[in-house]
């Protein structure tokens, strides 16, 4: 069983919405949780970032599109992904501070 479990990516059109997720199975009430993405021939790159106590940061290029959220009780960090771009395209892993320790990725893409 994956430490880390992502799921919700997919195929969306621009413009559309996506919902990631990432369940922990240890660790997750000690940890700064977040998302970074990786597009073809590019370097990883943050996404946005929750603290233990809810502090949040995003990356410019995400800031008032994207929200982190986390649920303490379910050991989950989400990702909700508004008015998605093609540029958005990219593999997206979830991260735990505590660790550290990376997912295993999940895929999207947005199409024109």
């Known amino acids: 069983q994956a430490q880390l479990a992502e799921s919700g990516g997919g195929l969306v059109q621009a413009g559309g919405s996506l919902r990631l997720s990432c369940k922990a199975l240890?660790?997750?009430?000690?940890?700064?949780m977040g998302w970074y993405r990786q597009a073809p021939a590019k370097q990883r790159e943050l996404v946005a970032t929750i603290t233990t106590g809810g502090l949040t940061t995003y990356a410019p290029s995400v800031k008032g599109r994207f929200t982190i959220s986390r649920d303490n009780a379910k050991n989950t960090v989400y990702l909700q992904m508004n008015s998605l771009q093609p540029e958005d395209t990219a593999v997206y892993y979830c991260y735990r501070g505590a660790g550290p320790l990376w997912g295993q990725g999940t895929q999207v893409t947005v199409s024109s």
């Open positions: 240890a660790l997750f009430s000690v940890s700064t």
